[in-house]
Structures are given as structure tokens and as C-alpha cells.
């Protein structure tokens, strides 16, 4: 078992920024390293101390200047609908009939199914992201290929098929009893296998019926180490229909909560139009909103209010949304998460940001021991981020004179041309590493 020693400037987040000065929420190291061993972090810091633990014949992928994080965390997106990004002209219940539907159908087919979710994966490699949650089809052939994808990789994934019994065509409906058969086998066989981990996935509470819910609430019960996804108060139209289904409920949120579907393992997708008590609801339970910016702007469905959540004291993560998400890339999607926010008055730091993409991510996952900082003993996965790949921003950097700015630009600049190696436990993914070398003519940044 050889060592790696990654070298670069090393950014890793402790706690959640206070604020754009909260220097003691990360540690940087400007001449820093991150010492792998097998699949796993051994020590991370200054390179001279970080060197010195290494074995004599360590084996060193020089990146300078380059930043080096922890992987890239999305908490929320549908590998089946991998073609249907860029669809046309639709809001969320038009866009899932006229589109996604569709497309999903075709994941019966156990080749097809692979071959998306091979390409779903280097997708998510190539833009920096190496943990992720995300939605099958109601298809067992797609959480096959989805998970066999991620094993071939040695990605850590959290997935699962979705369950739905009615409004949506006739292909995609289970029913409750195959849901549950389904789904119970599923778990069996890849729930906690090497890096996965099964999400027991309601698509949301239109598409099942009561009984396929009360199958739901046991699958949960029975299988309490398993994530639940589903989505909340996405779109105005989808709040009506959802909640005329189950008229005894107080709201959408008390319908998940009247068949004991949250909970700290819980991720709900959206949760735009929620209102103080449901918001309390999801504190008192350690459920999470996911904040899903570009599809949320994509789908015209509305903004995100992460200061009512944030007062509330309710947790929240971040995530792409692909396909009504525009792009694999999380640095893009904080870029919208930027936007959406300003247009409430909300500010989002560039701190907050990274943070958000790494260790707030790896916390909404109950996952910061594994993932999400460079920390001795968390699995090896870590991006190596460019902020020079584009001209536009090699020219911007030029008056860049701190760390907060550099990785602001990244924020509303990068794309996946930015991500310049990603290691997944421990392994190079992307393109081959640099020997080791002086770091390049670039002038030095005198960053703080």
C-alpha cells in the first residue's frame, strides 16, 4: 500500500462560517499537502510536516498552485433524467409528464440503464463531485446499474428506486406490495455494500397512493439505518393537487409526518412555499430542505428562504437537481444559490459556499466522519480546483489579493473545466497528475 502525497494550496472547512472573516471556521495551508494511504486521509496541513510522515518512497502529485478540497457533496438529483436536462417551455407537473416521464420509461431496459449510469457518473467526476443522492426509476434494473456504476468507480453514493402506484403512466406504476418487495431486496443487497447506501425514495406524495405510503412508513421502520428522499412544496400546482389527495392532513409537510417519513435520515427536495410550522416541523424532526437553485429557477417554481430556515433552526443542504437542474456542476449551482439568495436579501459568503459544498453537505448526510473535510481517518476524496482554466478568469485573478476573493470568482465563474484531478478514495479520476514540480510562473497570492 503506497502512499500519495497531494500537494497544493489545501482548503478545509472545521465549522460553518460566521461570516465572511470567520478565518477559524477552515483551515489553509498555502504550501499545504494531503497524505493518502489505501483509500483513506492519513494527515493534511502544512507539506513539510505532512511529508514528513510520509513513506520514503511516496509517491507525489504535484498541483500547485491549484486549491485542494474535499469532494464535492450533491444532495440531491435523478440519474434517469440525465437526457432530459434542457427540456423546453414547462413547469414542474407539464415538465414531468411531457418530458421526464418519457424518458424513465426506457430504464427497464438493463443496458440503457447502464450506459446512462456510467455516464452519469463520470458526469458527476468530471464536475469535482464524488458523493451524491440521487433518484432511480421505479425500475429495480436502474438502481442495479446505478449502484454497480458507483462500485466500479468506488464512489460513495446514497440512491434508490422510487416508488409510485398512480399519476403517472402506466410503466412507471408499481404497485404497494412490489414496492415494498422491490425495495426490501434491493437494501438487502446494497444497503452499507463497500461505499453505498440505500434511500428508501416515495417519489413524492402525488405519485403513491395511501396504501403505497403505509408501505413506505414500514419500510422505514424496518430499515431505520436507510436515507428516505422525496420531494416538498416545489411548485404552487403540485401543493394543491398534493394536499387534495390527503384532505386529513394539516399541510404537505404533515403528510409525510402522518406516515413517519421524517426524520434526521430525511432529505426533502425543494421546500419552497413552506410555512413557519411546517419549517418547525422539519427542526423538531432533523429533517432537511434541499435547496435545489437552478432547477427552482429553471422550472420558474420560486426561492428558496434559507434565512427562515436558518431562524427557525431547521437544516438544509444544497444540490443540483439534474435534469430540471441545468448543470452536474456544484459550483455552478452556488453560483444560482448566489442569485436566488440576492434577490431575497439574502447574502451568501464565499465561505458559506465551499462550506456548503463540502462539510454542510457531509453534516445534512450524517456523513462528516467519512466525508466532506481532510480530517486523519475520512475516506480520500478530494477535488483539485483550477481557478485559472478559463481565460476570462485567469485574467479576473490577476487582481485577486485573498483566498475569499479566489474562491468567489470559482463561485460564479467555474465550470467543470476548473476541476483539474479528482480523487476518489485515493485513486485519480479525472487525467493524470503532474509530477512533482516548482509551481508555475503564475505571480504568488498573498492570500488570507
Known sequence: MRDLLIRGRVLTFVNEPSGVDDTASYRF????????RGAAIVA???????????????????????????????THLHFPQTQAIA????????????????????????????????????????NGTTTAVAYCSVHPESVEAYFMAAEERGMRMIGGKVLMDRNAPEALRDN?????????????????????????????????????????????AENPDCYVQTHLSENKDEIAFAT?????????????????????KTLLGHCIYLDDREISVLAETGAVGVFCPTSNL??????????????????????????????F????????????????????????SFYRMTLGNARALGLDDRIGSLHAGADADIVVLDSCAKPAMEL?????????EELFILQTMADDRCVAEVYVAGNAMKGKARPEAAPTGRAELALV
Open 29 to 36: 495551508f498555502e504550501d499545504g499537502a494531503v497524505l493518502v
Open 44 to 74: 493534511s496541513g502544512d507539506y513539510d510536516r505532512v511529508k514528513s510522515l510520509a513513506a520514503a518512497d511516496v509517491t507525489i502529485d504535484d498541483h500547485r498552485p491549484n486549491l485542494v478540497l474535499p469532494g464535492l457533496i450533491d
Open 87 to 126: 427540456s423546453y417551455g414547462a413547469q414542474l407537473l407539464e415538465w414531468l409528464n411531457t418530458y421526464v416521464f418519457v424518458e424513465e420509461q426506457k430504464f427497464a431496459d438493463p443496458l440503457y440503464a447502464a450506459s446512462i449510469a456510467s455516464r452519469f457518473m463520470d458526469e458527476l467526476l468530471s
Open 176 to 220: 404497494p406490495q412490489r414496492s415494498y418487495d422491490e425495495t426490501t431486496r434491493l437494501i438487502t443487497k446494497w444497503h452499507n455494500r463497500g461505499r453505498a447506501h440505500y434511500a428508501i425514495s416515495p417519489r413524492f406524495a402525488i405519485t403513491s397512493t395511501p396504501e403505497q405510503m403505509e408501505v413506505s412508513r414500514t419500510l422505514v
Open 244 to 264: 387534495s389527495l390527503y384532505p386529513d392532513a394539516v399541510d404537505y409537510t404533515d403528510i409525510y409526518a402522518r406516515y413517519g417519513l421524517l426524520g434526521d
Open 298 to 327: 429553471f422550472l420558474g417554481s420560486g426561492l428558496f428562504d434559507r434565512d427562515r430556515f436558518d431562524r427557525i433552526g431547521a437544516r438544509w443542504s444544497v444540490a443540483t437537481d439534474v435534469g430540471a437542474g441545468t448543470s
Open 329 to 352: 456542476s456544484m459550483l455552478e449551482t452556488m453560483d444560482e444559490a448566489y442569485k436566488v439568495l440576492q434577490l431575497q436579501g439574502q447574502r451568501l459568503s464565499p465561505l458559506n
Open 396 to 404: 479576473r485573478m490577476r487582481t485577486v489579493k485573498s483566498l475569499v
